[in-house]
């Protein structure tokens, strides 16, 4: 028998412009995991008092903040909407996602299942 993770609903898409609660960054989803699917040693790393729960929807973003750019993966518990931000500006937009309108970015062409 399979031991499947509980089922969780995503609260964010993939396009959504998304800001961190807790840190300054925002960021463009390009992949979503229906629950925790990181490495235990990068789980660990998060301090305890901040370490948010593994049975919730984590997402990839091609993330900002002031000096660079990155990828990041974040819990759902830990974003909201950032769609009043503007665009993203991160090197790998283009090759994921055409168009920027009403605060999302819309997936290329041939990229969706």
Do not use: C
Not at 37 to 61: F, G, K, M, T
Not at 88 to 109: A, I, K, N, W
Request: hydrophobic content about 35%; cysteine-free.
């Amino acid at each position: 028998m399979i031991d499947a993770p509980r089922q969780t609903k995503a609260r964010f898409a993939i396009g959504d412009v998304l800001r961190h609660k807790l840190f300054d960054f925002r960021g463009v989803v390009f992949d979503i995991d229906p629950v925790f699917a990181n490495s235990e040693e990068w789980y660990q790393s998060i301090p305890a008092e901040v370490r948010p729960r593994r049975d919730q929807p984590y997402y990839h973003l091609l993330a900002e903040n002031e000096e660079s750019s990155y990828v990041a993966y974040v819990s759902q518990q830990n974003l909201i909407d950032d769609n009043q931000g503007g665009p993203v500006d991160h090197p790998s937009l283009t090759e994921l996602f055409e168009d920027y309108s009403d605060g999302r970015y819309r997936l290329r062409q041939g990229l969706t299942h």
